[in-house]
């Protein structure tokens, strides 16, 4: 049984419930396609101009531009699922679609502590954690109807995060971890 079956066991059953979350979740996309990577931006400008860090701008601009990658995929599957003829009752595989570009979109903010970290400096690793804590909350709000949307927005980011704080060079950041 996989990981996404087990915890979406009983869900869905209604292709109606189904239909308004994929609907949901389609607006939320089409809503951050600008706000997430202009917040993606922000997030490296800081690691790197010496505010939050001093963390190479050359590496620290994959963030936005991974960011800006998931969003478009996302908005651009949104989109289409707007022109969607729901005739056909294929909702089941909308879903497996949302839920992959969640995966999707995940992975790419799950890149913000790998790419703007700053060794031995406790308040960029501080600030990199509260980036993480607000991308969760903005996840979570937006997708928390369905639960395979929810889990396939929370495991990559949530695993990534945890590994980069993990391998931390101190025990605050194993803790934050």
Request: charged share 10%; net charge neutral.
């Amino acid at each position: 049984m996989s990981l996404f079956r087990f915890f979406a066991q009983g869900q869905d059953s209604d292709p109606r419930v189904l239909k308004a979350q994929l609907t949901l979740a389609a607006t939320t996309a089409r809503n951050t396609r600008i706000t997430s990577p202009i917040w993606a931006a922000v997030c490296a400008i800081l690691c790197s101009t010496g505010v939050f860090g001093n963390v190479s701008f050359a590496s620290t601009l994959f963030l936005p531009l991974a960011v800006t990658a998931a969003m478009g995929a996302s908005a651009l599957m949104a989109t289409a699922y707007q022109y969607y003829d729901d005739s056909e009752g294929d909702v089941e595989s909308w879903l497996q679609c949302f839920v992959m570009i969640q995966v999707f979109g995940s992975a790419a903010w799950g890149l913000m502590p790998w790419l703007c970290w700053e060794k031995g400096n406790a308040l960029n690793h501080t600030f990199l954690a509260a980036c993480v804590m607000a991308v969760i909350a903005g996840l979570v709000v937006a997708r928390g109807s369905n639960m395979r949307m929810y889990i396939a927005n929370l495991m990559p980011l949530t695993v990534m995060m945890a590994a980069r704080f993990l391998l931390g060079d101190s025990i605050t950041d194993m803790v934050m971890g």
